[in-house]
């Protein structure tokens, strides 16, 4: 009986649920699509949730660039060894100022020696060579000797002239003189500060020990002036002119701004970062900033007849880039925007929309998501709900 007076009890709530008025029933509307605008009933709780800003016409925008200090390449030398040898004395070391000519090493070089055997080879040859000459013209001018030997003799006379010259002018580009001492000194030369050592005493050196990517001996350079390298990208390298002045920042330094200006720009597009080449120089009295330093170079780049929107603003559909406008409260529509410029801040546009038109700037995501869900219902066919009978 209990059991039976339960299932009663169970039944006649249901019935006074079925028979309650739907006025009665607390249901949220769900916004609908109408003219190709998302439109969201008055007081829907998703409303609260998504802000919007006016469109504005663009300003200038800082543009960042990623940077590399590196010496000044017109006032560096990279000092590699001309022969093998053994280093005997090392006259020089990283932070001293030299000039052009300065020995910074001397090196012990059966090598060189060779060198210098063959310029003494080349005079002697040559003082031999001479005398033969000159004994032949006062023959050829007595009668007794023949035109062509006299021209013979003039011939290598000549020829020992130019090995000697050969000669010289090799062992004289390592400061060697007339002596054969098989002292290779490895000079500086240009004035300068030494940078790097990357030689030791009795260190044994061959020219064939240095590749491309190979630390030098010696490198002497100017630090109070430096080159900086700049990656542009495609679409920024048309801003870019040489004479230009840029503002460089660094990590370690972020409270100071240094001045470069561009100098070079390369013709050819790096195949892997799709970014242009482009060489500025930068004074460093102070010798603050150093080889290798990592930076960001800024410069201001202006967009006239253009319009500037947040970059949350915009969404990427298939292959085209949409934003959400308000064309009134609660109804809001999708539309298609051209893209100038992008950063993680700010978006430029051309053309797509007008100045004072408010785009929505946060949860564009749930607009999306409710105008496909609107779409679908849209494409369903009503369901008819059938009538209960007493």
Avoid at 24 to 29: C, I, K
Avoid at 75 to 88: D, L
Avoid at 234 to 242: A, C, S
Wanted: aromatic share 6%; with cysteine; net charge neutral.
């Amino acid at each position: 009986m209990k059991k039976t007076i339960t299932t009663l009890s169970l039944f006649s709530v249901f019935l006074l649920s079925c028979s309650e008025s739907p006025s009665h029933m607390e249901v949220t509307q769900q916004p609908i699509v109408q003219n190709n605008q998302l439109r969201f009933p008055a007081g829907n709780p998703q409303l609260s949730l998504l802000a919007t800003v006016e469109v504005k016409p663009a300003e200038n925008i800082a543009i960042e660039l990623p940077a590399r200090i590196v010496w000044d390449e017109q006032k560096t030398q990279r000092i590699f060894p001309a022969f093998s040898g053994r280093v005997k004395q090392i006259l020089t070391d990283v932070g001293q100022t030299v000039t052009e000519g300065t020995l910074l090493a001397q090196v012990a070089s059966p090598e060189f020696g060779a060198a210098q055997a063959d310029t003494a080879r080349a005079l002697a040859d040559a003082l031999v060579a001479n005398k033969n000459f000159a004994r032949q013209k006062e023959l050829y001018s007595a009668g007794v000797s023949a035109q062509k030997d006299y021209e013979q003799a003039e011939a290598d006379a000549i020829r020992a002239k130019a090995e000697v010259d050969r000669a010289q002018s090799r062992t004289a580009l390592y400061g060697s003189g007339q002596s054969v001492n098989q002292q290779l000194g490895i000079r500086a030369s240009l004035s300068g500060m030494v940078v790097e050592r990357n030689v030791n005493p009795d260190q044994e050196i061959r020219p064939d020990q240095f590749g491309p990517n190979s630390p030098a001996l010696f490198v002497v350079t100017d630090p109070k002036n430096l080159w900086v390298l700049i990656d542009v990208r495609e679409t920024e390298i048309q801003q870019i002119k040489t004479g230009m002045k840029v503002s460089i920042k660094t990590p370690s330094l972020p409270d100071q701004n240094f001045e470069a200006t561009i100098r070079a720009i390369a013709d050819t597009i790096d195949p892997m970062t799709r970014t242009i080449k482009v060489r500025a120089s930068i004074e460093n009295p102070q010798r603050i900033l150093k080889n290798e330093m990592l930076a960001t170079a800024l410069f201001q780049r202006s967009f006239k007849n253009n319009l500037n929107i947040p970059a949350s603003s915009v969404f990427l559909k298939g292959s085209d880039h949409i934003v959400f406008v308000e064309i009134e409260p609660g109804v809001f529509q999708s539309k298609k925007v051209t893209l100038v410029f992008e950063n993680k801040k700010d978006v430029i546009i051309d053309g797509g929309l007008n100045i004072g038109e408010k785009v929505v700037s946060q949860n564009g995501l749930l607009l999306a998501k409710e105008l496909l869900n609107a779409q679908e219902d849209s494409q369903q066919a009503p369901m008819k709900v059938p009538a209960i009978k007493p």
